[in-house]
């Protein structure tokens, strides 16, 4: 320790020792040193010692060196001018015990007494004014920004104090708004924008103002034909600033993109519109709009995906003998009673029900789960609302036939419609203007029948089919002058099978042209074997399928010359009931009979043709049909014959009685003057080589 206290131990001279001098030193606000000029501290005030963080004792041993920043440069030069010029004032980096520094105002003076030269420092931290005089600077400088930014923003900004005035407007406000900065600073807002009053704008800035919660708003502001969105902010000093844009372009953007997406809309609702249209067309029935086919086969599967073991029944419904209203009133009257039945069939389904046609006068209706009693209960409904007269130009009286099938398990839509078909025929059979089931055995009908088609086919292609031969015996001269074909199939499980079983399925699955030129080609072949017997004709069964074909006499033609056969050798046998309503076929009859071929009239008096219309059929023979033959024992059937032949006479056919079994037939025939006669009784059909005809020498006849 170097001395005692110099307040302790006050030298003589020191000019400290006076009172006042010594109660400033003391009690100065300021940090206060007595130092010699190589830097000794000899004395620290209380403030001092506060700042520095030592002891007076304690500066006394570290001196100056000991509170000076060395990192401060400007110590070296404060140091110099106290030397020099006796004074030094300035701001230099003072430390602190604890190693810390602040910045300091330090002034230092040297005096003199009597014992030479001393300085008297007194410093100050700057550490708070500093730091204020920092945060004045940012302020200036973020004020100054914020007064560039308000000038180069797009927006327009107005500043008002909570008294209206008017304290700050920027250029874009000035331009925009047309006034002068100069004119509108310090005036009231409201006389300076008048056009303001009585605005949205005018309430949201009062609002503003007094409750000091921004607000946005958007608006046209007519002062200065403005489309504006508008923010106002309370301002932290008082009063409110206003930032408002114009937002014409994105006003007329929004109302383009507006119209645009109205288009689209539009546009994409007319799409829609027309796929539903579309998609409606196809499944519907356009005349009565009903499903088609398609719909309902789309819509019973769109309930099996959800309920797949939903049971379903079919209902086939036919109007009974339409095609004679549509015949006779015409197309039109048909369409309108078709309409209204239409209409009497939705009334009666129940919701969930589905009511389709399928073109024509066939109307289905699909239920879905419901007891054949309930099933009953509909069909009865509707073969009675079908009863109800129908006013379509004249009032119309029809009735209805239904076909019914149901599926108990996993329906097949196609399976039942097949098998409501077949009832209906049923319904038909029995009388029409009722219902049928369809049953067990036309299941087994149906599965058969579909067998019999697969058979059939392979028969078409190996050697299963045949022909047989019956003779049809000249009743006057005792001689065969008619030979009928009948094919017949000897089916390898099942032996010999009917023509009457297997000919209506060839029909049906369109086999039977097929099958129809297998027999003409056996036929003129078996022909040409007995072409020397004088007058002998082969004739072939021809069904409506074959005839409704032009191509006839031309096939006809090519296996006559493929034989070599003379055209009179053959006949064709074709139905009074397939000649029942076509004129064209009547041309290609002609067409036959002009090569030569003869024709016969085979079932005759079954076909409901009148006997008027026989004569415009260019006939050679007609075939009275057996089942007169077996009523020829009573007075009506006797009858019946007798004016069938008379007229067959008329137009100058010979006539064949059909099936004839008794002696009895015979002798009545004979009476009748009927031409030639074939039955049971005559020859059995059979094998060519027991038909009793001479073959020519060298000809295989055992
Ligand atoms: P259909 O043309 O009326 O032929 C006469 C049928 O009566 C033959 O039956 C014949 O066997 C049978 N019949 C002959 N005499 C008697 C008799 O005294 N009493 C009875 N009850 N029946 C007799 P089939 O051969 O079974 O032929 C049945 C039908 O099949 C034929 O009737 C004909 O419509 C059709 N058919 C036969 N062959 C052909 C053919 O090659 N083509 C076509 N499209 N149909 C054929
Ligand atoms: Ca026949
Ligand atoms: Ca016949």
Same mark, same amino acid.
């Given at each position: 320790?170097?001395?005692?206290?110099?307040?302790?131990?006050?030298?003589?001279?020191?000019?400290?020792?006076?009172?006042?001098?010594?109660?400033?030193?003391?009690?100065?606000?300021?940090?206060?040193?007595?130092?010699?000029?190589?830097?000794?501290?000899?004395?620290?005030?209380?403030?001092?010692?506060?700042?520095?963080? !030592?002891?007076? +004792?304690?500066?006394?041993? %570290?001196?100056?060196?000991?509170?000076?920043?060395?990192?401060?440069?400007? !110590?070296?030069?404060?140091?110099?001018?106290?030397?020099?010029?006796?004074?030094?004032?300035?701001?230099?980096? /003072?430390?602190?015990?604890?190693?810390?520094?602040?910045?300091?105002?330090?002034?230092?003076?040297?005096?003199?007494?009597?014992?030479?030269?001393?300085?008297?420092?007194?410093?100050?931290?700057?550490?708070?004014?500093?730091?204020?005089?920092?945060?004045?600077?940012?302020?200036?400088?973020?004020?100054?920004?914020?007064?560039?930014?308000?000038?180069?923003?797009?927006?327009?900004?107005?500043?008002?104090?909570?008294?209206?005035?008017?304290?700050?407007?920027?250029?874009?406000?000035?331009?925009?708004?047309?006034?002068?900065?100069?004119?509108?600073?310090?005036?009231?807002?409201?006389?300076?924008?008048?056009?303001?009053?009585?605005?949205?704008?005018?309430?949201?800035?009062?609002?503003?103002?007094?409750?000091?919660?921004?607000?946005? #708003?958007?608006?046209?502001?007519?002062?200065?034909?403005?489309?504006? +969105? /508008?923010?106002?902010?309370?301002?932290?000093?008082?009063? %409110?600033?206003?930032?408002?844009?114009?937002?014409?372009?994105?006003?007329?953007?929004?109302?383009?993109?507006?119209?645009?997406?109205?288009?689209?809309?539009?546009?994409?609702?007319?799409?829609?519109?027309?796929? #539903?249209?579309?998609?409606?067309?196809?499944?519907?029935?356009? #005349?009565?709009?009903?499903?088609?086919?398609?719909?309902?086969?789309?819509?019973?599967?769109?309930?099996?995906?959800?309920?797949?073991?939903?049971?379903?029944?079919?209902?086939?419904?036919?109007?009974?003998?339409?095609?004679?209203?549509?015949?006779?009133?015409?197309?039109?009257?048909?369409?309108?009673?078709?309409?209204?039945?239409? *209409?009497?069939?939705?009334?009666?389904?129940?919701?969930?029900?589905? /009511?389709?046609?399928?073109?024509?006068?066939?109307?289905?209706?699909?239920?879905?789960?419901?007891?054949?009693?309930?099933?009953?209960?509909?069909?009865?409904?509707?073969?009675?609302?079908?009863?109800?007269?129908?006013?379509?130009?004249?009032?119309?009286?029809?009735?209805?036939?239904?076909?019914?099938?149901?599926?108990?398990?996993?329906?097949?839509?196609?399976?039942?419609?097949?098998?409501?078909?077949?009832?209906?025929?049923?319904?038909?059979?029995? *009388?029409?203007?009722?219902?049928? !089931?369809?049953?067990?055995?036309?299941?087994?009908?149906?599965?058969?029948?579909?067998?019999? +088609?697969?058979?059939?086919?392979?028969?078409?292609?190996?050697?299963?089919?045949?022909?047989?031969?019956?003779?049809?015996?000249?009743?006057?001269?005792?001689?065969?002058?008619?030979?009928?074909?009948?094919?017949?199939?000897?089916? @390898?499980?099942?032996?010999?099978?009917?023509?009457?079983?297997?000919?209506?399925?060839?029909?049906?699955?369109?086999?039977?042209?097929?099958?129809?030129?297998?027999?003409?080609?056996?036929?003129?072949?078996?022909?040409?074997?007995?072409?020397?017997?004088?007058?002998?004709?082969? !004739?072939?069964?021809?069904?409506?399928?074959?005839?409704?074909?032009?191509?006839?006499?031309?096939?006809?033609?090519?296996?006559?010359?493929?034989?070599?056969?003379?055209?009179?050798?053959?006949?064709?046998?074709?139905?009074?009931?397939?000649?029942?309503?076509?004129?064209?076929?009547?041309?290609?009859?002609?067409?036959?009979?002009?090569?030569?071929?003869?024709?016969?009239?085979?079932?005759?008096?079954?076909?409901?043709?009148?006997?008027?219309?026989?004569?415009?059929?260019?006939?050679?023979?007609?075939?009275?049909?057996?089942?007169?033959?077996?009523?020829?024992?009573?007075?009506?059937?006797?009858?019946?014959?007798?004016?069938?032949?008379?007229?067959?006479?008329?137009?100058?056919?010979?006539?064949?009685?059909?099936?004839? +079994?008794?002696?009895?037939?015979?002798?009545?025939?004979?009476?009748?003057?009927?031409?030639?006669?074939?039955?049971?009784?005559?020859?059995?059909?059979?094998?060519?080589?027991?038909?009793?005809? @001479?073959?020519?020498?060298?000809?295989?006849?055992?």
């Amino acid at each position: 320790m170097v001395a005692t206290s110099p307040l302790t131990d006050p030298p003589v001279h020191d000019p400290l020792t006076t009172t006042v001098f010594e109660s400033l030193f003391v009690h100065g606000v300021d940090g206060a040193l007595l130092a010699t000029p190589d830097g000794r501290i000899q004395r620290a005030n209380a403030r001092a010692c506060e700042l520095l963080g !030592w002891t007076e +004792e304690e500066l006394t041993v %570290i001196g100056r060196d000991g509170i000076a920043d060395r990192r401060d440069r400007r !110590w070296t030069a404060a140091v110099e001018a106290q030397t020099r010029e006796g004074f030094f004032r300035g701001v230099l980096r /003072v430390r602190r015990s604890d190693g810390s520094t602040f910045p300091a105002e330090l002034t230092s003076a040297e005096f003199f007494d009597g014992s030479g030269r001393r300085d008297y420092v007194t410093f100050r931290d700057l550490t708070a004014e500093e730091a204020e005089a920092a945060r004045t600077a940012e302020t200036r400088r973020a004020a100054a920004e914020v007064v560039d930014s308000l000038e180069s923003i797009s927006d327009m900004y107005v500043g008002v104090d909570v008294d209206w005035r008017v304290t700050y407007i920027n250029a874009q406000a000035e331009a925009r708004l047309g006034v002068r900065r100069a004119d509108v600073l310090g005036g009231d807002l409201w006389q300076t924008f008048p056009a303001l009053d009585g605005t949205v704008f005018e309430d949201a800035y009062r609002r503003v103002m007094s409750t000091g919660r921004p607000e946005t #708003l958007e608006d046209f502001y007519g002062g200065a034909q403005l489309w504006t +969105e /508008v923010r106002v902010y309370p301002l932290r000093r008082g009063g %409110i600033g206003i930032y408002f844009r114009d937002v014409a372009e994105r006003k007329a953007l929004e109302a383009e993109r507006e119209q645009l997406l109205a288009a689209e809309r539009r546009s994409r609702q007319a799409a829609e519109q027309a796929q #539903l249209d579309l998609a409606h067309r196809a499944t519907h029935d356009e #005349l009565t709009g009903l499903l088609n086919r398609f719909g309902l086969l789309r819509q019973v599967q769109e309930v099996l995906l959800g309920r797949p073991d939903a049971g379903l029944t079919v209902m086939f419904i036919d109007l009974d003998r339409f095609k004679l209203i549509n015949d006779s009133l015409g197309h039109g009257s048909g369409d309108q009673l078709l309409a209204v039945i239409a *209409g009497r069939l939705s009334a009666v389904a129940r919701p969930g029900d589905l /009511v389709a046609r399928f073109g024509g006068d066939e109307f289905i209706l699909a239920l879905f789960d419901t007891p054949r009693t309930a099933v009953d209960a509909l069909a009865q409904q509707v073969v009675t609302v079908v009863r109800a007269p129908v006013d379509v130009r004249a009032r119309l009286l029809v009735t209805t036939s239904i076909g019914l099938a149901s599926s108990a398990g996993a329906a097949d839509l196609g399976t039942l419609l097949r098998e409501a078909d077949a009832a209906l025929y049923r319904a038909k059979d029995a *009388g029409r203007d009722r219902a049928a !089931w369809f049953d067990e055995e036309m299941h087994r009908a149906s599965v058969h029948r579909v067998e019999v +088609e697969r058979d059939l086919r392979r028969a078409l292609e190996s050697d299963e089919l045949y022909l047989d031969y019956q003779p049809a015996f000249d009743l006057r001269e005792d001689s065969i002058s008619h030979v009928e074909a009948l094919v017949r199939w000897r089916h @390898p499980e099942r032996g010999v099978v009917s023509p009457e079983e297997f000919i209506p399925v060839a029909e049906d699955a369109g086999l039977i042209h097929r099958l129809g030129e297998r027999v003409i080609a056996q036929a003129v072949e078996q022909a040409a074997a007995w072409a020397h017997v004088p007058g002998v004709r082969v !004739w072939v069964n021809v069904s409506a399928q074959q005839l409704a074909d032009p191509g006839l006499p031309e096939l006809l033609t090519a296996h006559l010359d493929r034989v070599g056969l003379a055209p009179d050798r053959l006949g064709i046998e074709v139905t009074e009931s397939s000649l029942a309503d076509s004129s064209r076929l009547t041309c290609t009859l002609a067409e036959v009979r002009a090569l030569g071929v003869a024709i016969a009239i085979d079932d005759f008096g079954t076909g409901y043709s009148s006997l008027a219309r026989l004569a415009s059929f260019p006939a050679d023979v007609i075939k009275i049909d057996r089942s007169f033959v077996a009523d020829l024992g009573s007075p009506r059937g006797h009858a019946v014959l007798a004016g069938i032949v008379t007229l067959a006479h008329a137009i100058g056919a010979h006539v064949i009685a059909e099936g004839v +079994e008794t002696l009895p037939q015979l002798t009545v025939l004979r009476e009748l003057d009927v031409d030639s006669a074939c039955g049971y009784l005559l020859a059995r059909p059979g094998d060519p080589r027991h038909v009793p005809l @001479p073959v020519r020498q060298g000809d295989d006849n055992p």
